[in-house]
């Protein structure tokens, strides 16, 4: 019964709609789709195809001097979405009277996308349209017709009509550049350009696609110094495509001719994305002010509560003490951030891919600073001390003084280390342009991140006056070390959810394991390290440690934590209620052609302040609720994993961390919106109502 | 590098020139002289001292059989010869093409469509349609009282055949002569004229 309502809904067009004139047909309108089923929620193309009679033609979406544009006027059940015409390259024809016009001859595909909803009850659905249209030879007439396509509602489809699609694929013009340079220049009200062209091209064409309110000439092209000229008399910058043939046929690129060098900018969603021009100087400030600002973020909040400690404990000391100690803090800020930034311009000379926090994309680094924070919380908690043997003395002699700016250097680079996957505002933007740099500008500007993070540690050490407003030291100061082991915990329990983004949930139970069994051999060093100890029971208890902690790191990390693999599609529709897509060009492409707007969320597990964002003022009830109504696509770039396609979309904005959230307005994939990377509720929601 | 200015400026020269050629709105409108099908000359210099609206005309064109098909041409041209303005229509078709009128045929036209336009021009050898760059029809021309170009374009704001976008269309042509009535400036003086291509 369904598929014979559908077989007589496909061939019901062919018989009512052609419009005849005087015995002859002159259009012979139908629709196509590109699909054998609807797949809910799953955008297809469908095309009015209008086949006319020989020298009869119908219009481009600007006719030109005369004639109208082909309207189609959908009529969709309630849920479904449709996108703008697509129009594929008219031809220019030239009437008597220099009326030039932009027309079909013989057979056109008119495309656009259909935006099913992603639940859909029925078994079939049909797709109504009234297409007006108005076809000329010597005489002119208007021609009109209701149109339908019943499509079945299945949960997978075949492609349809292949062939009819990508012909007209292959005439749409290009959102992309040209391939060769088009730079124009405007003389008067007279827009040219002169360009090389491809070997083997035959012709060019311009066709204008004025304003309402612009006036425009006739292109008029010629052959000039071996390529083409093309000039326009138009106000104001002007859109157009311009074509080329050749044997393939005819290639276009939607463009805007305005007299700079950035012309096609506007057109182009991957030029306008290009290096950010961001000056040497604001980007170095930036970097500074990115620095300092990363001391606030989640991931470093702890270090900074234990560096403060420090300073507590220092408080007692001389002035000179207190400012080295600074000093060598800042030391170590700089020796981890200056290290990375060789490493970067290493990777970057060696044609990798180098991009921010790079490193806990790797589990094997994250194991490590898990390790590191365990080790140093049960430092903190009294489990085990750490001395030096044999020079202890030495050291105490020296008044704590090496041991101690050794301890505030190690400090420095810790607390970088913790610091790097969050990087704060501006971060992203300078480093973004710290990473498209010289290797000595990329080391300049990551100088300047470290003298920006530094920068209180070492004003709170040169400026004794501050430090004198601490508390004095006593033993709250015990006390106070105890608890900073918490925060440390907190820190590894972040450590071990990000080893679970990448390696899945064993993974985090192996690692505790190692841990617990690491534990037990501070524990056990700690009982036996105590200067009071005789030196056999501490050599006992030295080498049992050692093997209690060498044991697990072979049997729970060497053996079963590196068979765990990353769990399949990972974190992308784990969070709350937002039905994310997990990201790829391919289908962010697709979905911005379709005129769809989208919201990208470019995450990552171990990335504190995304999570953060996510929590508090993405996934809220206002802003799913948001998304619904104004159909937004929710994307999610997990970047949790090295990902090539997520470093390269990043890179188009400059960026090289995340959190980064950018928003394509409907129908305006040109002009992306960025978010900052601390986000509240009403700023989400600010930024998403500007999408249609 | 004098000689290249040189060139420059007479290109720029020439190029000023072509542009000059169409009729510029708030520029003297170029006079012509045509034929009525009786074979009665009429020029628009008779008409100094009067609003002269020029329309181009093709009986077949589904354009303009929108606007006389629903009345509404002919009341605009009734509407404005009764206040004294001058409503030329001139037929600028080929002989062979749409809309070509002989002068024999033209009167007859001109009683089946009912029209009210002061005399029916016939330009079959498109003088006078080049002269005016008209290129659609209907292409609207309004003239003022001292032979100024006031208004030249669409003749309303709804580019379509289908007679019910006249229901709220803006007549550019009637909010025209509205102006030049009350002593205003003419509000909108250009737009895009739309229809099918004259037949020349």
Redesign the interface.
């Known amino acids: 019964m369904k598929f014979r309502a559908a077989l007589l809904a496909l061939a019901f067009p062919l018989l009512a709609s052609a419009q005849v004139f005087q015995g002859v047909t002159l259009v012979q309108p139908t629709l196509v789709a590109d699909t054998t089923a609807i797949v809910p929620g799953q955008p297809f193309r469908v095309g009015l195809r209008l086949k006319m009679a020989p020298t009869w033609h119908t219009y481009w979406q600007y006719a030109g001097d005369a004639g109208i544009p082909t309207r189609i006027d959908w009529k969709l059940p309630t849920g479904f979405g449709i996108g703008p015409i697509e129009w594929p390259l008219p031809e220019a024809i030239l009437e008597p009277g220099d009326i030039e016009v932009y027309a079909y001859g013989d057979e056109v595909t008119l495309l656009q996308t259909i935006r099913p909803p992603a639940n859909l009850s029925s078994a079939a659905v049909e797709l109504k349209a009234q297409a007006a249209w108005l076809v000329c030879a010597e005489i002119c007439i208007p021609g009109k017709a209701d149109l339908s396509l019943t499509l079945p509602v299945a949960k997978s489809a075949q492609p349809a009509n292949a062939e009819i699609f990508s012909r007209a694929a292959r005439r749409l013009p290009s959102p992309d550049a040209p391939p060769f340079a088009v730079s124009w220049t405007r003389s008067g009200d007279t827009l040219t350009a002169s360009f090389p062209v491809p070997a083997g091209t035959t012709g060019v064409d311009f066709f204008p696609l004025p304003t309402k309110e612009q006036e425009v000439g006739h292109p008029k092209i010629e052959k000039a110094n071996g390529g083409y000229m093309v000039s326009i008399e138009a106000k104001g910058d002007l859109r157009g495509v311009l074509a080329i043939k050749d044997a393939d046929g005819q290639h276009g690129w939607s463009l805007v001719a305005a007299p700079t060098a950035t012309q096609s900018k506007i057109q182009n969603p991957k030029s306008k994305i290009e290096t950010p021009t961001v000056s040497l100087w604001s980007a170095l400030l930036a970097g500074l002010l990115g620095g300092l600002i990363l001391n606030l973020m989640p991931c470093v909040l702890p270090v900074i509560s234990l560096k403060i400690f420090g300073f507590v404990r220092q408080a007692g000391q001389s002035r000179r003490s207190i400012a080295l100690h600074g000093l060598a803090f800042a030391a170590g800020i700089f020796a981890w951030f200056l290290a990375l930034g060789l490493v970067i311009v290493g990777i970057k000379a060696a044609g990798g891919q180098a991009t921010w926090a790079f490193q806990f994309q790797n589990p094997w680094f994250v194991v490590g600073t898990a390790t590191l924070v365990f080790v140093f919380a049960l430092n903190l908690f009294g489990v085990f001390e750490l001395t030096l043997p044999g020079r202890a003395t030495n050291a105490l002699s020296e008044a704590g003084a090496a041991d101690g700016y050794g301890g505030s250097f190690f400090q420095g680079v810790f607390a970088t280390l913790l610091a790097t996957p969050c990087t704060g505002p501006f971060l992203g933007g300078a480093l973004g342009f710290a990473f498209l740099q010289s290797a000595p500008i990329t080391l300049l500007m990551f100088a300047s991140v470290a003298l920006g993070m530094a920068l209180p540690y070492l004003a709170l050490s040169l400026q004794p006056g501050w430090v004198r407003f601490l508390p004095r030291p006593g033993a709250w100061m015990e006390r106070l070390k105890q608890f900073m082991g918490f925060p440390l915990l907190a820190t590894l329990l972040w450590l071990l959810f990000i080893v679970g983004g990448q390696r899945g949930p064993h993974a985090i139970i192996w690692l505790g394991a190692f841990l617990l069994a690491l534990g037990l051999a501070l524990w056990i060093y700690g009982l036996v390290a105590a200067p009071h100890v005789r030196p056999r029971p501490r050599v006992l208890g030295l080498l049992a440690a050692l093997a209690i902690a060498g044991g697990a790191g072979w049997l729970f990390l060497g053996e079963l934590f590196a068979q765990e693999k990353a769990p399949t599609s990972a974190g992308v529709t784990e969070s709350g209620g937002i039905a994310w897509q997990p990201f790829s060009q391919a289908a962010l492409d697709k979905l911005l052609a379709a005129g769809r707007p989208v919201f990208v969320d470019f995450t990552a597990d171990w990335c504190l302040s995304c999570k953060v964002n996510e929590r508090t003022a993405i996934d809220t009830p206002a802003v799913r609720e948001k998304f619904a109504q104004l159909g937004i696509v929710p994307m999610k770039a997990d970047w949790t994993n090295a990902n090539p396609e997520i470093t390269a979309a990043l890179q188009r904005f400059g960026r090289v961390g995340v959190p980064f959230y950018v928003l394509y307005p409907a129908g305006h994939p040109d002009a992306p919106i960025t978010l900052p990377e601390l986000l509240t509720p009403s700023l989400v929601l600010k930024a998403l109502s500007k999408a249609r | 590098m004098k000689i290249h200015a040189l060139i420059l400026a007479l290109l ?1 020269a020439t ?2 020139c072509a ?1 000059a050629a169409g009729p510029e709105v708030g520029q003297p409108a170029p006079d012509f002289t045509l034929k009525d099908g009786a074979g009665k000359s009429v020029s628009l210099a008779d008409f100094k001292g009067k609003t002269v609206v020029l329309e181009w005309f093709n009986y ?4 303009v059989k929108k606007h006389y098909g629903s009345g509404s041409m002919q009341k605009l041209q009734q509407q404005a010869t009764g206040d004294g303005v001058v409503w030329l229509s001139i037929a ?1 078709s ?1 002989p062979g ?2 809309g070509y009128l002989a002068p024999g045929e033209a009167a007859a036209k001109q009683s089946e469509l009912g029209m009210h336009s002061t005399a029916l021009l016939l330009d079959p050898d ?1 003088a006078v ?2 002269l005016y ?4 029809t209907p292409d609207m021309f309004v003239i003022n009282k001292d032979g100024v170009l006031v208004y030249k374009g669409a003749i309303d704001d709804q ?4 007679p019910a976008s006249l229901a709220g269309a803006k007549n550019y042509v009637a909010a025209a002569l509205a102006n030049l009535k009350a002593g205003q400036p003419v509000e909108t003086a ?1 737009t ?1 004229s ?7």
């Open positions: 720029a190029a000023l542009r077949g064109c589904p354009f600028s080929a093409k749409q498109g349609g080049r760059e008209a290129r659609t580019p379509t055949p289908d250009q895009k739309y229809g099918c291509s004259v037949k020349y």
